[in-house]
């Protein structure tokens, strides 16, 4: 008697459990309150149209550790983290989804993109307008290290880009790069960690950041102390999504996962993309971010370094070219 | 009498004096390997996917070696100052009564509880440029934060229980009477410091300088935020164990901490091994007395 009534209960129990769907997106650091919005934006959208509760999980953290704690079998359904090349390892080390995964959702996978911009103290006393300002003599550059943060290989590839593209030639590039980090006296290993030295310990004169953490920045810390510049050229960066076809096929959660990433391309996400500071695709959801995105030339990390993968091996694996600054070798 | 001694031997032989050895060295055994060894194997499992070369490539590059060297001397550094200071700490909170006695013994036990990414951002607020020490100290030449001495300094602070703690009972136990004794036998105070206090003391001071030591060479955390992690100039090893996993290199990671494991482990059981023969020694002597 008291047994099967126990047996009932359990089995109301997982019943009810089962009419909750839930999601794990495993993302990166600064992306955890534009989620938060567009998770329960979703939520509201899916339970209108399949009259099914769905339950968003977030976990955040740097972006390559993220993605090794996927590969150590932390089951997301989906990832959304800062560059291709982290969730190219999910397919290279574990085979957890199909190569040519960027290729399955427009625009190469990445519903919203941000660039690299300046962030200097008010007044701009050096009177920093673009990269090659940057090395003037007695100009203090903070950005984190390219080693252990994804965000700063964005940072160093901006920098790159833009002095090849001006100059058109990859040996000047090098020289700029090389005569840049010999302005920076500290490499935090975050992004954040950057932004706190160069906010709170009143380190440095710029301040290299993504555009979405600038706006951030001035807008916590002070529009009256700080000043975003945004460079001639900068590059475009991809933050990519991705569905995780193993996990998502063990939990049963494929379909929902999918319409959860197509729901970041909608107009309703855009709109919420671009009140957090990032680019959204399209173009009319721009306008939700007061005062809207100034406009720059735009490079890709295709077009000027051939990828995400071959970019690591040239600039960032060990005795690349950004230890080869510091080591001298060549 | 003979018969009864005999017996006595031949029981002590076959069980011991105490009770309960096979199961609690059974326990010893399965314990130290659950907790300890089974993860450290892995670590050494993992190594061994590399090639001797690769090996060899992945711990011997100049960052490697400027990090051994950096994180090696901090690490003495710092716990050579918490073995100078750290023991006049325990001596002051165990021989005199003053007001506030339980809280500054309290406060010891902080850098223990406190997460070591707060004490990072913690001294780097004091010691920047712009913090409350630092200002003074970068006025007259001196950097802390973003510099090696930083690095000492974060090392100091989460090294500094491990000293105290261990000295604390020892001195609790040690017999104020036997220092009355020799002052009274005509000892000065100096001497009475040199040859009384100090080899009771000596292999106790050891063990704190021992756990102070490791715990140092193990230490990310704070390190990151005070060192500014400057490639050759204030990278410590475990910051470059993080930088390799952040690479996917796996195998890189695990060669510079097995590295560092196998060199921690030779310093601690050298100095364990000091640590036994100063204990060894003043039994010698009453032998010979």
Known sequence: ?330 | MKAADAAVRRLTRRRGILPGFRLTFGFTVLYLSLVVLLPLGALVLRSTHLSWAQFAAAVSGPRALAAYRLSFFASLLGALINLVFGSVLAWVLTRYRFPGKALADALVDLPFALPTAVAGIALTAVYAENGFIGRYLVANGVHVAFAPAGVVVALTFVGLPFVVRTLQPVLLDLDPAMEEAAAVLGAGRLRVLARVIAPAMLPTLLTGFALSFARALGEYGSVVFISGNMPLKTEIVPLLIFTRLEQYDVGGATAIAVVMLAGSFALLLGIHAIGMVGRRRPARSQVVA
């Open chain 1, 1 to 330: 008697m008291t047994l099967a009534r126990l047996t009932a209960a359990v089995l109301a129990l997982s019943a009810a459990a089962h009419a909750d769907a839930t999601l794990l997106n495993v993302s990166y650091d600064p992306t955890r309150e534009l989620y938060q919005e567009i998770d329960a934006a979703f939520a509201r959208q899916w339970l209108a149209n399949t009259g099914e509760k769905v339950t968003i999980q977030q976990s955040h953290g740097g972006s390559g550790k993220q993605a090794r704690a996927v590969i150590d079998g932390l089951e997301a359904d989906v990832v959304t983290l800062a560059l291709a090349y982290d969730i190219d390892a999910l397919h290279d080390r574990a085979g957890l989804l199909p190569e040519d995964w960027q290729a399955r959702l427009p625009q190469r996978s990445a519903p919203y993109t941000s660039t690299v911009v300046f962030v200097v103290r008010k007044g701009n006393a050096k009177g920093i307008r673009d990269w090659h300002d940057l090395i003037k003599p007695g100009v203090v550059v903070i950005t984190p290290n390219p080693k252990t943060s994804g965000g700063a290989r964005w940072n160093y590839l901006a920098a790159w880009g833009a002095a090849q593209l001006r100059t058109g030639n990859e040996d000047q590039a090098r020289a700029f790069v090389a005569e840049l980090f010999k302005h920076v006296p500290v490499l935090d290993s975050g992004a954040r960690g950057a932004t706190t030295t160069f906010a709170q310990r009143g380190i440095g004169d710029v301040l290299i950041a993504w555009e979405n953490e600038a706006f951030l920045l001035a807008e916590e810390l002070g529009k009256e102390r700080f000043e975003i510049v945004t460079p001639a050229s900068s590059i475009l960066a991809e933050p990519p999504v991705a569905l995780v076809d193993r996990f998502a096929d063990k939990h049963g959660t494929r379909k929902l996962a999918e319409a959860y990433l197509e729901f970041l391309y909608t107009p309703q996400a855009q709109e919420i993309v671009a009140r957090h500071g990032y680019r959204p695709r399209l173009e009319p959801a721009a306008a939700k971010h007061p005062g809207g995105f100034p406009k720059l030339t735009l490079f890709t990390i295709d077009e000027v370094f051939g990828g995400w993968r071959k970019a690591q091996k040239t600039h960032f694996d060990e005795g690349g070219v950004f230890d080869q600054l510091y080591t001298g070798a060549r």
